[in-house]
């Protein structure tokens, strides 16, 4: 009888120990099943209805909607941009991790925060900002340099905006590598905007 009790004991004391790790381990609460790299909107017409001073505001209906269809189913070192988790065709000059946990593990092992722009499928400010700013050269160099790029759009990542308190697009969040927020950028800007933006909360 004293050894099954040992046993049992051994057995609750090796789920303790497993479920403490895991806990360490997670770099953060967010939601890692987002989709990342924004999928083409051709299908949706764009209504600039509803932007103004360089925001766009975030579709709640769509959101809900899309997080209730998602329940049902489901710095100075070289970065590898080679790896299946990198794509570098969305906007020239910049490779977009598309793995919300690798880019926090990525982070880590490279000392950079994660920069996360918030898209949206109909938002004449978000592309702007993917034309004219995330095109820049010296926005590019800031980025390849300090940050690890995530690219959303709300719709499709409907935890992640509740999450980070996302009401319009585009948003730009920088969080460290573990996951705490350094830092926003709200609405579009320019180059020469946002560029001392990121060097400020890069602390650059």
């Not at 987002?34 to 975030?58: H, K």
């Not at 910049?94 to 880590?108: G, R």
């Not at 920088?174 to 800007?189: K, T």
Request: contains cysteine; negative net charge.
């Amino acid at each position: 009888m004293g050894k099954f009790k040992f046993l049992i004991i051994l057995i609750l004391a090796l789920f303790l120990v497993c479920g403490i790790v895991m806990v360490v381990d997670a770099p953060s609460s967010f939601d890692d099943s987002v989709s990342l790299i924004p999928t083409s909107d051709s299908s949706v017409d764009a209504d600039s209805s509803n932007c103004e001073n360089g925001v766009c505001l975030v579709d709640s209906n769509k959101t809900e909607e899309n997080s209730k269809n998602a329940d049902k189913g489901s710095k100075a070192d070289k970065m590898n941009y080679d790896s299946k988790y990198y794509e570098g065709s969305y906007i020239d000059g910049l490779y977009f991790c598309n793995d919300l946990k690798q880019a926090f593990k990525d982070a880590k092992a490279h000392n950079r925060n994660v920069m996360i722009v918030f898209d949206g499928a109909a938002c004449i400010y978000c592309d702007y900002l993917k034309e004219d700013t995330l095109s820049d050269s010296a926005v590019q160099k800031e980025i390849n340099d300090n940050y690890i790029i995530l690219i959303t759009q709300t719709s499709e990542s409907p935890e992640l905006t509740s999450q980070l308190n996302i009401y319009g697009t585009p948003t730009t969040v920088i969080l460290d590598e573990d996951g705490n927020e350094l830092g926003r950028i709200d609405g579009y800007e320019t180059p020469e905007e946002y560029l001392p933006h990121l060097k400020e909360i890069s602390g650059n």
